[in-house]
């Protein structure tokens, strides 16, 4: 530590998986962007076996910060580890993701240009092999073009890869705790920041890779969650809003089926579009399970499990 102003607060939410968190802090180590004006918080969500031994090898490359939380879901982990940062910007990003070296200089030269947005970075499908995995990148990367279409009126970015001043961030009150799933926090907060009159601006060259690893039964529960996520974010956003639960056009539908044909090669094609159809009736299955287990619930309706 040098005292020196930090640029960067590396906010890292992690469960359980210490050999992708290495993978991904070894790639921090690596970037082109001196170690001396970022830090790195790991935030163990209450893992089985303690991470201590996972970040110690990289305390010599890098300033890092480990932090232990009861199971409390990313969340509240993220939170914790924005709580205590120290640079002028916070960077969030999950365990199973490598960072591109120039990650941090890209996101750099973001920041100069929109020092007072979220910024978000595009992330790239680490497991190109994995059908399940390559539809689930394709999904997100069609939202990103649906929801974004302009620069300036950028709506929605995943949070394995974006970044935002720190006292915005704390002043629109961090990620909502209510949601203990990896699923929706991330858009309810992108929709809460644009409440706030901030804006979101798209950075294509801030960089990393996913690696989730999926097969059909995860690919299916993922999804579902997703759903789940979505009915917890209309009835969050209903508390700040009058505006109803809007379902997307039917052309919205027709353009994700057919995204995969205009994104990869026609003998890949067909089975993309089948799983992007399977992840929609997932969210549907969803959004209904959990709008049905709340009414059921005597308690406040936003209180959803861990899924597990």
Known sequence: MNGKPLDFSIVIPTYNRPE??????????????????????????????????????????????????????????????????????????????????????????????????????????????????????????????????????ATFFASNNFAMPTEPFRAVGGFDTRFPLAAGEDREFCDRWRYHGYDLIYAPTVQLYHAHHLDLARFWRQHFNYGRGAFC??????????????????TFYIRLLTFPFVRTDWPIALPLSGLLLLSQVANVAGFFWERSRSQSLSQHPLVVDSGN
């Open 233 to 250: 974010f209309h009835q969050i956003r209903a508390q700040r809003t009058t505006q109803s639960i809007q379902v997307e056009p039917l």
């Open 20 to 153: 992708r968190l290495a993978n991904c802090l070894a790639a921090i180590a690596q970037q082109d962007y001196s170690p001396e004006f970022f830090e790195v918080i790991v935030v163990d969500d209450g893992s089985p076996t303690p991470l201590d031994e996972v970040v110690q090898p990289f305390r010599d490359r890098l300033q890092v910060t480990l932090l232990r939380q009861d199971n409390a879901g990313p969340a509240r982990a993220r939170n914790a580890g924005a709580a205590c940062a120290r640079g002028q910007f916070l960077v969030f990003t999950d365990d199973d993701c490598t960072p591109a070296i120039t990650w941090l200089s890209a996101l750099a030269v973001a920041r100069d240009a929109h020092p007072q947005s979220l910024i978000g970075g595009q992330t790239l499908n680490a497991l190109p092999n994995n059908l399940f995995s390559t539809a689930s990148q394709l999904l997100i990367d069609y939202l990103y073009s649906y929801y974004n279409q302009a620069a300036a009126t």
